[in-house]
């Protein structure tokens, strides 16, 4: 099909996907202490500062190298926001500083709350492992799939919800940019993504992305409002560091039952 009849149907399937973000972040985020706001507002800068406008610069990767200007526009997209993406990473840190949470951005780089939550994580390493294929995939994973279809959904709920002027503001900043990078994936998408091929990838990385995604945001709402982080099994209890119920010497041959037998024995002994 053609690269806009792909879009239009990714559009049709990300629809509930995007009021669900609404109204998820919307509910969760509209009561929050001061420590709440530093959790979410120091997990958001991690997504901004060390991850797209640090570790993404993987995303070049995924544009040929093309001599003659066949790309142009895609560059120009890609660099663009990659700036605006480093900017969005210094409103949050501004935001921190006015609510007198940290003294200045240097803090945040080793402060325990922008370590990624594990979901937070997962989400951000996908980002960048988009970089690996070919544009096409990126920006219907990436710049279509969350900027266009689903992000502005989350930026609008949260800036429904927080009521604190200086932490809303950080998110009402991005939103005319957050656009921009939007229309850059339909534009791409509906240029560039015009194969089955590129169509049946671009659809799979466009349904990563809203899956990792719901999965973050579970693990983001545990650790902003309840100030948790993913429960773990207890470390002893894990196969990986649990003794071996018995411990039988290494052979290269346990076929012929004589020797099986001694293996037993000198494993009582
Ligand atoms: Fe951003
Ligand atoms: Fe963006």
Request: with cysteine; net charge negative.
């Amino acid at each position: 099909m053609r690269g806009k009849d792909f879009f239009r149907e990714m559009e049709t399937i990300a629809a509930p996907i995007a009021k669900a973000t609404y109204d998820s972040v919307r509910d969760t985020y509209s009561d929050m202490n001061d420590d709440q706001k530093f959790r979410f507002l120091a997990q958001f800068w991690y997504i901004e500062a060390p991850t797209i406008a640090n570790f993404s610069r993987a995303w070049w990767n995924a544009v040929p190298r093309d001599t003659t200007g066949k790309y142009r526009d895609v560059e120009m997209f890609l660099a663009r926001q990659l700036y605006d993406e480093s900017r969005h990473g210094k409103l949050y840190a501004d935001a921190c500083i006015r609510k007198g949470y940290v003294k200045s951005e240097d803090e945040l780089w080793t402060h325990p709350y922008t370590r990624p939550v594990p979901g937070w994580l997962n989400f951000a390493n996908w980002l960048e492992h988009l970089g690996n294929y070919h544009f096409t995939t990126l920006y219907g994973g990436e710049q279509m799939a969350s900027e266009c279809l689903t992000f502005p959904k989350f930026l609008e709920g949260a800036i429904d919800a927080i009521d604190d002027p200086v932490v809303r503001w950080a998110f009402e900043a991005q939103t005319e940019e957050e656009a921009f990078h939007g229309m850059t994936g339909r534009y791409v998408v509906t240029k560039y993504c015009q194969t089955a091929h590129q169509q049946d990838e671009a659809a799979w990385a466009a349904q990563t992305t809203w899956r990792l995604l719901a999965e973050a945001s579970v693990d983001l709402a545990k650790f902003v409002m309840d100030g948790q982080t993913v429960e773990r099994p207890p470390i002893a209890a894990h196969p990986a560091v649990s003794p071996p119920a018995k411990r039988v010497p290494r052979t290269l041959d346990h076929s012929d039952e004589e020797s099986a037998k001694d293996a037993a024995e000198i494993a009582e002994s």
